[in-house]
């Protein structure tokens, strides 16, 4: 697949780097070449994962040099979900070696007499208990005997074990106990994960899950990033250009899941941290996005080829540490990101009771969507609009890849003939092709509008005050209907909207999160206790950011440009849960908000303490800087480009011009039903809104009366 090379006239010349993004369906690569921006796409690979480093040099060309290949992976979050990691071995206190598989009490469904839990990563037979105890001020009552290190040594050497876990009882208030567990097992020549540098907070278990989850992905992401830098360092050493001149390897940069972007050995060390790093990069894209057009309320909707991600950005994303995958918790900071199996890629079927139901199985880059003609046989979403007409078959990825509507029209015959499509007395449910395909949207519609009321209504947000920013492959298809059906102020379309977590992952600044448990009682209204309590809390947050410091420059990176931001996390004394608020001298009138907001109460009298304690360092990279372009009074109506045809929207087809991205100027304006097609994406402009190009070439979809009135 060649590349496609999309203009950006308004971006200044920046340092060669690449950002890729490995998703379900394709791989997105994105270069800054001097003043414009290079994508390109190609079908993943879950078996051949290096092949991204092809794709990179397919896009960089001969005669260029590359600064940084910046990596937003998938590895990690397929071998989670698919329980594909390392034999790994849990080393705790004695006596809390089943905390794993007991866990918390929590019940997904609380009626279901017959509910199964999946196992826990970790059997019985690689749990080993140690005789310690450290006490929950940081006390140390018993360490552990070189005897019992020996044995355990001894043990782990004859398990066959992969990897190794530590987590010991409040070894977040004192490690040493930890760490010497770790200086005696580092020998073995395994991957050792050890609570308190991961996570030094209380909860245990879902302390202990994080490092298990950690432990249990370092062997195979460390391996693939590893290998990955290997192939990097060889495929650009000694490398020179046609002008002669010696270039440098690249240095690999990895994505992680908070927003910000680590070097691929410390990535490698905690892999944990990049499990969701893939749609971390349409959030920080979202949030540059939305700082270049003033916008403070916005939402990001990123339709891929086997999910869906959401975010609701108030001023900034936030992070959350109460993040679940494959049903097991992950502690460590990550952007508060929404996620639903609805995508592109999403399988139709029948349920038990006759129902329609798509998703969350995908059909995924192999085989894809039938319409790809890569072996597919059930319906997928991406088939029900080439079906409709919403999909020009001739204009897919620029034309270098051609969909196969004869088979995907097939498919829905076949689909249409199956027992449980049929009524009781033998009539047809779905009578026709484009009926069933508009059931499919509509099902898939559903599942992504209740993603979207989970962030904004359930949590106290108006939908109505939001923009809504759509991207991934799929996410024009599908966003005007939904911001129809949730009141939503306006849709954005960026450029470049199927690379654009791409781009977000280019953007991304390097950071480094750290974290310290303290559970302090704030003081009353004593002025002197105040003062001390908050020179405490200075005190150490200084130690926090030191730290994170000696992290970064271990890391070879400098320190000292780095911005600093701290967090406390606070809750009224005797809740169980706290909430995450910016360190200010008002942070209690700060914190009484957010609980009104959260929860639709406070309490002012109520005395508050604090958990946890919280610092990010971020050291910024380089932004492309976009400037407006100028909008003339003679735009006008856009022109059509290519031929009208007919698409179907609500049962019946309407004649819809189709326009081609690249040749819509700003200040351009047209009405629904219309399609924009594009290199990495395609908008539908359905009936009853309207779309103008605004000066920074995106496309803005809204409402005809809202247009009017704007």
């Given at each position: 697949m060649k590349r496609r090379q999309l203009p950006q006239p308004n971006t200044a010349a920046m340092p060669q780097r690449i950002g890729v993004d490995s998703g379900g369906t394709f791989t997105d690569c994105v270069l800054f070449r001097g003043s414009r921006i290079e994508i390109l796409k190609v079908f993943s690979d879950p078996q051949a994962p290096h092949a991204t480093l092809e794709a990179v040099r397919q896009l960089l060309g001969e005669d260029a040099a590359l600064s940084a290949i910046i990596h937003g992976t998938t590895v990690g979050t397929n071998a989670l979900l698919e329980r594909r990691g390392a034999r790994v071995a849990l080393i705790t206190t004695a006596g809390f070696e089943d905390l794993i598989e007991i866990g918390r009490q929590n019940r997904s469904r609380l009626y279901d007499l017959n509910l199964q839990r999946d196992p826990p990563l970790i059997p019985r037979r690689w749990r080993f208990g140690v005789a310690e105890r450290t006490a929950a001020d940081g006390k140390i009552l018993l360490r552990p005997s070189p005897g019992a290190l020996r044995k355990l040594r001894q043990q782990l050497n004859?398990?066959?074990?992969?990897?190794?876990?530590?987590?010991?009882?409040?070894?977040?208030?004192?490690?040493?106990?930890?760490?010497a567990i770790a200086r005696a097992l580092r020998g073995i020549g395994l991957p050792v994960s050890v609570s308190h540098e991961l996570l030094p907070e209380f909860r245990e278990y879902e302390r202990l899950s994080t490092t298990v989850i950690n432990a249990y992905l370092a062997p195979r992401v460390g391996g693939y990033l590893n290998g990955l830098e290997r192939e990097t360092k060889g495929a650009f050493s000694g490398r020179?250009?046609?002008?002669?001149?010696?270039?440098?390897p690249p240095r690999l940069y990895v994505m992680q899941s908070s927003g910000g972007i680590t070097t691929a050995a410390r990535a490698a060390r905690e892999p944990v941290r990049t499990i969701l790093s893939g749609p971390a990069g349409g959030v920080v894209a979202t949030g540059w996005l939305a700082g270049l057009l003033h916008l403070a309320k916005v939402i990001s909707f990123d339709m891929g080829g086997t999910s869906t991600d959401v975010c609701l950005l108030?001023?900034?994303?936030?992070?959350?540490?109460?993040?679940?995958?494959?049903?097991?918790?992950?502690?460590?900071?990550?952007?508060?990101?929404?996620?639903?199996?609805?995508?592109?890629?999403?399988?139709?079927?029948?349920?038990?009771?006759?129902?329609?139901?798509?998703?969350?199985?995908?059909?995924?880059?192999?085989?894809?969507?039938?319409?790809?003609?890569?072996?597919?046989?059930?319906p997928t979403i991406t088939d029900a609009h080439l079906i409709l007409g919403r999909l020009d078959p001739d204009a897919f990825l620029a034309g270098k890849f051609r969909l196969d509507r004869a088979s995907a029209e097939k498919c829905f015959d076949d689909f249409l003939h199956r027992p449980r499509s049929q009524g009781k007395d033998g009539s047809g449910v779905w009578r026709s092709r484009q009926e069933l395909a508009e059931g499919i949207i509509a099902v898939g519609n559903a599942t992504m509008e209740k993603a979207l009321r989970v962030i904004s209504v359930e949590r106290g947000y108006d939908p109505r005050e939001f923009s809504l920013v759509c991207f991934g492959g799929a996410g024009g298809l599908h966003a005007a209907e939904l911001a129809r059906s949730l009141g939503l102020a306006r849709v954005i379309v960026p450029q470049n909207p199927?690379?654009?977590s791409a781009i977000g992952v280019l953007l991304s600044d390097i950071v480094s999160d750290v974290s310290q448990s303290v559970l302090l009682a704030v003081p009353g209204d004593l002025p002197e206790a105040f003062a001390a309590f908050q020179k405490s809390l200075e005190r150490r947050f200084e130690e926090l950011e030191n730290r994170s410091r000696r992290q970064l420059r271990r890391d070879g990176f400098p320190d000292r440009a780095a911005g600093v931001e701290r967090r406390l996390e606070l809750r009224y004394r005797g809740q169980s849960y706290e909430l995450s608020i910016p360190y200010t001298l008002r942070f209690a009138d700060d914190f009484h908000r957010a609980h009104e907001r959260a929860y639709g109460y406070s309490d002012p009298a109520r005395p508050l303490e604090v958990v946890n304690l919280r610092v990010r360092l971020a050291i910024p990279t380089p932004k492309p800087p976009v400037r407006p372009q100028r909008i003339l009074k003679s735009?006008?109506?856009?022109?059509?480009?290519?031929?009208?045809?007919?698409?179907?929207?609500?049962?019946?087809?309407?004649?819809?011009?189709?326009?081609?991205?690249?040749?819509?100027?700003?200040?351009?304006?047209?009405?629904?039903?219309?399609?924009?097609?594009?290199?990495?994406?395609?908008?539908?402009?359905?009936?009853?809104?309207?779309?103008?190009?605004?000066?920074?070439?995106?496309?803005?979809l809204q409402p005809n009366a809202t247009m009017r009135s704007s």
């Open positions: 004859r398990s066959g074990v992969e990897s190794i876990a530590i987590c010991l009882l409040f070894s977040y208030a004192n490690p040493a106990n930890e760490q020179k250009l046609a002008s002669r001149m010696k270039v440098t108030h001023g900034a994303a936030k992070t959350t540490r109460e993040t679940t995958l494959a049903g097991l918790p992950v502690a460590v900071p990550v952007l508060d990101v929404h996620t639903v199996g609805a995508g592109g890629g999403s399988l139709a079927r029948f349920d038990a009771g006759g129902a329609l139901r798509v998703g969350p199985e995908s059909a995924g880059a192999i085989p894809g969507p039938v319409c790809y003609g890569r072996g597919g046989n059930a199927g690379a654009f735009a006008g109506s856009a022109s059509t480009v290519g031929q009208t045809k007919a698409v179907w929207f609500a049962g019946r087809p309407l004649a819809t011009p189709f326009y081609e991205r690249v040749r819509l100027g700003p200040g351009m304006t047209f009405r629904g039903p219309a399609i924009v097609t594009e290199y990495s994406s395609t908008t539908v402009v359905p009936p009853g809104f309207a779309c103008r190009v605004d000066e920074y070439l995106n496309l803005v």
